[in-house]
């Protein structure tokens, strides 16, 4: 199993940027792929951005062109750089892999919220 620590969340304007940052613990870690999910309050966490244990990455729409994601496998280490914020990206970031999350288990999050 693999432990994530999420962080780099704020209070930002539209049109601003945040960098979230993803410490990982785990022996697996570099040959997973890792998703950020986000999460708004009566929802559940849905997938944003994927990046495969090569370094791939692949966004949902809502925010292709506007997030990227990158890792440091020697690090245990993955990022979420977002541009171009809006108020729609106001929610709980997470890191996880696909099978964690489908068992729920997820680590504290980190709380975006963008201002209009």
């Known amino acids: 199993q693999v432990q994530f620590v999420e962080s780099g969340g704020g209070l930002v304007q539209a049109g601003g940027s945040l960098r979230l940052s993803c410490a990982a613990s785990?022996?697996?870690?570099?040959?997973?792929?890792i998703n950020w999910y986000r999460q708004v309050p009566g929802t559940k966490p849905t997938r944003v951005a994927t990046i495969s244990s090569g370094g791939i990455g692949d966004y949902v729409d809502s925010v292709k062109g506007r997030f990227t994601v990158s890792r440091d496998n020697a690090k245990n280490m993955v990022w979420l750089q977002m541009n171009n914020l809006t108020t729609e990206d106001t929610a709980v970031y997470y890191c996880n892999t696909v099978a964690q999350a489908t068992l729920g288990s997820w680590g504290q999050g980190t709380q975006v919220t963008v201002s209009s």
């Open positions: 785990g022996s697996t870690f570099s040959i997973r792929a």
